[in-house]
């Protein structure tokens, strides 16, 4: 009986093994780690991926072969309005392997959080999973950048909306600029440079 075993895995006994005629030979298949038994083929025709076969009552010469396949895990990758996460979706990960993500705010936005399998690392631009043994989750959430526009008015008059005002990037903003009775406006300045 001519045994073999592709890459990821072992079979026992392996090479060729000589039999009696009308005795009996188990054959143990055995997967490396990281690696699962993707097939088993008796004499050409495929048994499945079983971990072990038995030739019994052995009449002829006979074929065993094992092949494998990586073990491979799933880190599901999504980000929420205003930015990016690479790679997206559901990424493939073999068993052991590293897999590394970038967080990628738009124009206007910053990182909000980032969650790994629903815990928050921080508000990180990439993150990496080492030695990769199960499943995962990663997701990014981003926030609108505000700016504060501090707006003061003199003796005289009034200017609305005052104070600080908070306002999204990209977004407008109007005041207005009134005199008391008895005054005029002389001067609107913003940031610094008149307006008239």
């Known amino acids: ?12 006994p392996s090479g060729s093994v000589s039999l009696s005629h009308g005795s009996s ?9 990281g690696y699962q038994i993707a097939s088993v083929t008796v004499d050409s025709v495929s048994q499945g991926a079983i971990s072990s076969y038995t030739f019994s009552n052995i009449t002829a010469a006979h074929t065993i072969s094992a092949t494998f396949s990586p073990i491979t895990y799933t880190i599901a990758a999504s980000a ?5 996460i690479s790679p997206s ?10 897999q590394t993500f970038t967080i990628t705010p738009n124009t206007g936005y910053t990182i909000a959080d980032v969650l790994v399998d629903g815990a928050s690392v921080g ?15 990663i997701s990014a959430t981003f926030s609108v950048k505000t ?23 990209g977004s407008s903003q109007s005041f207005s600029i009134a005199a008391n009775t008895g005054y005029t ?10 307006q008239g």
């Open 1 to 12: 009986i001519t045994a073999s075993a592709g890459t990821g895995g072992t079979i026992s």
């Open 25 to 33: 030979q188990s054959f143990t298949i055995s997967p490396n780690a």
């Open 80 to 84: 929420g309005t205003g930015g990016t």
């Open 89 to 98: 979706g559901n990424v493939a990960v073999n068993y052991g392997a590293n």
């Open 123 to 137: 508000a990180v631009s990439s993150y990496t999973f080492s030695n990769v043994t199960a499943n995962h989750t």
């Open 147 to 169: 700016y504060t526009i501090t707006a003061s008015a003199g003796t005289g008059g009034t200017i609305s909306p005052s104070g600080s005002v908070s306002v999204s990037h």
């Open 185 to 194: 406006i002389s001067n609107v300045t913003v940031d610094g440079v008149s």
